[in-house]
């Protein structure tokens, strides 16, 4: 992955004990699980982002297909 750096952050108790259990009943550090909710996270905002743009550009196709038809009709006519 590259080189890991340590950092310090302000984290609400709740969350820490609840990360301290799992990380306990899944054999792993702290480090690890939130190491890999930022991945899932970075990949579900991916994800997010490529559905968007899929769905921006389906939108413009829609439109340009529905003009060429129109342009179309009126050749026709």
Known sequence: MGIKQK???TIDE????EIDRF???????RSHLIEDAIRVWREKELEK??????????Q??????????????????
């Not at 709740?14 to 004990?17: D, G, N, R, S």
């Not at 990380?23 to 550090?29: F, I, L, R, V």
């Not at 982002?49 to 389906?58: E, N, Q, S, T």
């Not at 413009?60 to 006519?77: P, R, S, T």
């Open 60 to 77: 413009e196709d829609a439109k340009m297909a529905e003009n060429h038809l129109q342009a179309g009709m009126e050749v026709l006519k």
């Open 7 to 9: 950092v310090t952050i």
């Open 23 to 29: 990380s306990k009943s899944q054999g792993e550090s």
């Open 49 to 58: 982002d490529l559905i968007d743009g899929y769905l921006a550009m389906a």
């Open 14 to 17: 709740a969350i820490l004990k």
